[in-house]
């Protein structure tokens, strides 16, 4: 009896292996890229319609732009375009309609792919001022910002629904959110009706939930920083809580128990919007055991009562400091590379090759318009930065920050310009509007920008890898699955397999030098390289937490030598808001090289046996099979 249990457990666990070999829904090749850039450099490749306050990868080709309520010269049902669908295989933008005023509004992506945008400005007439009514009537017909949502389309039938039943309890103005681990979204701080800066009595020192938990939570922390804690940096930990950064101070949120605990201070500067420093979750990897670390580059180092419109901010020199914190391991930050000039209103992009990309922003002054006497037109901000620059987390202290084969931009992209990377690698670029309204000829020297522009790495050119057998979605912990390499994806030389990498990158949402839910996870992996130069990497699904990246859409790159394949949109998780299944990981076979068969005939490295049974060998079967089968270990 226990010999013929033994049997149909070995056959089930066998079952479970052929499974993490044959996956039920996997991805086609991908292509090369349908254009040529200019490695290092900037292309201006057509216009937004409106300008891109905020913007999003939708799919893979389509990106989504969302702007203030303002007098935009292209029209739609009656009134300016505030929105718009932009084609990155044919850059033509169409105008969609946008009915609230999503001016400094929020957004992030839900578990099932839907996208939201929350918060924003009142209702509003010609330059920004408040309009008589707030309920809709000239000369915009816009509503007081609350919720808009959107499921992106590739075939231009798409639209923001803007439901009443959907608004907040409360007003948020700069709003911040986060996806969770259920692929629900947490709303955290903001303010009531605006302003340069947060105070006391137009505070929103809560944060609430989409779907609703009920009524909103109040937070000590948003309490005691202000002024400038709107926008507040936030990511999902692996740990399951929430690490915020604002203003000066630092803490974890325990969201599940409505628990706060301070970490250290945030050293040098300020981060936060106004500071709008640029800010990232530096990749998650294997070698890193998933743990989080966020870089913070460039900012200001204001005080709290430096935060006022009564001296000339547009001159002040912005930080060139650089630290990062790993708050699962530490409360204290460490101080990096700095940057080689001082840095405000400056995005930061993950690459696929593991690079942080920053890019826009000024070296003097902060995010913010007014009618000041010293503002430059209105913008609080002056002397464009024009020249990106990459962040290498992984070269020498001293060394990480490089220009090298870089070129500058010819577009100043000042205070509301974003940044978001492209399926292909690029990086696409645009807005800067530091006014209250349409300023297109009117000789400001920051005037509102349309132009929409890619930037494209110097790997871009590179012959692009083209594997098979990419899942399109993907569990948390689960069978592992097959990914082949030709000898051309390899550059020639299968020895290449033992670089390349799979990488899961969510874009996230760009606003106000912020890409909220931008996230970089790479997959454990093994390889078995084959003797005509080809191979096999054995891969591992998202690690069993998610936490680590939440449910929802995001991108899949391989990556040999640092150069990516063209990222394909798969689904993390169930596809749904609800709380994700968890399965065990199955153990990875063995890296393995082609070795010389007369020295060891039909063993376990030998040429063509590749896949998870040729290098697993009997005790990493019972291994797998004890994981798989409690009570395996004692059948025997």
């Known amino acids: 009896m226990a010999s013929s249990r033994r049997q149909l457990i070995v056959a089930a666990a066998l079952a479970v292996v052929a499974c993490a070999q044959t996956p039920a829904s996997t991805l086609p090749a991908p292509g090369q890229p349908t254009i040529t850039g200019i490695p290092g450099g900037f292309e201006i490749r057509g216009m937004s319609l409106a300008s891109a306050q905020q913007m999003f990868v939708g799919t893979a080709k389509t990106v989504y732009i969302v702007d203030k309520t303002e007098n935009n010269p292209t029209q739609i049902n009656g009134h300016p375009v505030w929105a718009s669908e932009y084609h990155t295989d044919t850059d033509q933008a169409r105008g969609m309609e946008i009915v609230t005023n999503s001016f400094c509004a929020g957004g992030n992506v839900l578990g099932n792919g839907t996208w939201l945008n929350v918060g924003g400005n009142q209702a509003t007439t010609y330059g920004g001022l408040t309009a008589d009514s707030q309920t809709g009537g000239p000369p915009y017909n816009d509503a007081d910002g609350g919720k808009s949502l959107l499921d992106p389309c590739d075939d231009q039938t798409c639209n923001w629904v803007d439901n009443p039943a959907n608004d907040l309890t409360t007003r948020r103005w700069y709003p911040t959110l986060e996806t969770l681990e259920d692929g629900s979204v947490i709303m955290i701080g903001g303010n009531q009706f605006g302003g340069f800066v947060n105070s006391a009595g137009n505070s929103n020192p809560t944060y609430e939930y989409f779907p609703s938990r009920g009524a909103p939570v109040a937070s000590p922390l948003l309490d005691r920083t202000l002024p400038a804690n709107l926008y507040p940096h936030t990511f999902l930990l692996p740990s399951g809580n929430l690490f915020i950064q604002l203003n000066w101070a630092t803490a974890i949120l325990d969201y599940k128990n409505n628990q706060?605990?301070?970490?250290?201070?945030?050293?040098?500067?300020?981060?936060?919007?106004?500071?709008?420093?640029?800010?990232?979750?530096?990749?998650?990897?294997?070698?890193?055991?998933?743990?989080?670390?966020?870089?913070?580059?460039?900012?200001?180092?204001?005080?709290?009562?430096?935060?006022?419109?009564?001296?000339?901010?547009?001159?002040?020199?912005?930080?060139?400091?650089?630290?990062?914190?790993?708050?699962?391991?530490?409360?204290?930050?460490?101080?990096?590379?700095?940057?080689?000039?001082?840095?405000?209103?400056?995005?930061?992009?993950?690459?696929?090759?593991?690079?942080?990309?920053?890019?826009?922003?000024?070296?003097?002054?902060?995010?913010?318009?007014?009618?000041?006497?010293?503002?430059?037109?209105?913008?609080?901000?002056?002397?464009?930065?024009?020249?990106?620059?990459?962040?290498?987390?992984?070269?020498?202290?001293?060394?990480?920050?490089?220009?090298?084969?870089?070129?500058?931009?010819?577009?100043?992209?000042?205070?509301?310009?974003?940044?978001?990377?492209?399926?292909?690698?690029?990086?696409?670029?645009?807005?800067?509007?530091?006014?209250?309204?349409?300023?297109?000829?009117?000789?400001?020297?920051?005037?509102?920008?349309?132009?929409?522009?890619?930037?494209?790495?110097?790997?871009?050119?590179?012959?692009?890898?083209?594997?098979?057998?990419?899942?399109?979605?993907?569990?948390?912990?689960?069978?592992?699955?097959?990914?082949?390499?030709?000898?051309?994806?390899?550059?020639?030389?299968?020895?290449?397999?033992?670089?390349?990498?799979?990488?899961?990158?969510?874009?996230?949402?760009?606003?106000?030098?912020?890409?909220?839910?931008?996230?970089?996870?790479?997959?454990?992996?093994?390889?078995?390289?084959?003797?005509?130069?080809?191979?096999?990497?054995?891969?591992?699904?998202?690690?069993?937490?998610?936490?680590?990246?939440?449910?929802?859409?995001?991108?899949?790159?391989?990556?040999?030598?640092?150069?990516?394949?063209?990222?394909?949109?798969?689904?993390?998780?169930?596809?749904?808001?609800?709380?994700?299944?968890?399965?065990?990981?199955?153990?990875?076979?063995?890296?393995?090289?082609?070795?010389?068969?007369?020295?060891?005939?039909?063993?376990?490295?030998?040429?063509?046996?590749?896949?998870?049974?040729?290098?697993?060998?009997?005790?990493?079967?019972?291994?797998?099979?004890?994981?798989?089968?409690?009570?395996?270990?004692?059948?025997?």
């Open 260 to 636: 706060e605990y301070a970490l250290d201070n945030i050293p040098d500067a300020v981060r936060t919007y106004p500071a709008s420093a640029g800010v990232a979750m530096l990749p998650l990897t294997p070698s890193n055991n998933w743990t989080a670390t966020m870089l913070f580059c460039g900012g200001t180092n204001l005080e709290p009562d430096q935060w006022v419109e009564t001296w000339n901010l547009a001159a002040y020199p912005a930080s060139s400091s650089c630290v990062k914190i790993t708050p699962d391991l530490s409360g204290s930050y460490t101080e990096e590379d700095p940057l080689p000039e001082g840095r405000a209103i400056t995005s930061a992009i993950l690459l696929p090759n593991g690079k942080v990309f920053l890019v826009n922003g000024a070296n003097t002054g902060c995010s913010g318009y007014g009618n000041q006497t010293w503002s430059i037109g209105q913008s609080y901000a002056d002397h464009p930065l024009m020249t990106p620059i990459i962040y290498d987390p992984s070269a020498p202290t001293g060394s990480k920050w490089s220009r090298n084969g870089l070129s500058a931009s010819t577009v100043p992209r000042m205070y509301h310009s974003t940044a978001v990377l492209l399926s292909d690698g690029s990086v696409l670029i645009s807005g800067s509007n530091p006014n209250a309204d349409y300023t297109v000829g009117q000789g400001v020297t920051y005037p509102t920008e349309y132009r929409v522009e890619r930037f494209y790495p110097p790997y871009y050119n590179e012959r692009r890898p083209q594997p098979q057998g990419l899942l399109a979605q993907y569990s948390y912990g689960g069978p592992y699955f097959n990914v082949t390499l030709s000898k051309d994806d390899l550059f020639g030389n299968g020895a290449n397999a033992q670089n390349a990498t799979v990488v899961i990158i969510r874009p996230g949402f760009s606003t106000h030098a912020m890409n909220m839910g931008q996230r970089f996870v790479q997959l454990d992996s093994t390889y078995t390289v084959n003797t005509d130069g080809s191979a096999v990497l054995h891969v591992s699904q998202m690690p069993p937490n998610p936490a680590i990246l939440a449910p929802g859409p995001a991108y899949v790159y391989v990556v040999v030598n640092g150069v990516p394949s063209i990222g394909q949109q798969i689904m993390v998780g169930s596809g749904k808001i609800e709380k994700q299944q968890m399965l065990p990981p199955i153990p990875l076979p063995s890296s393995s090289m082609p070795q010389d068969t007369s020295a060891n005939p039909g063993g376990s490295n030998s040429p063509g046996k590749s896949g998870a049974m040729s290098s697993l060998g009997m005790p990493r079967l019972s291994l797998l099979l004890s994981l798989v089968i409690p009570g395996y270990l004692l059948l025997r």
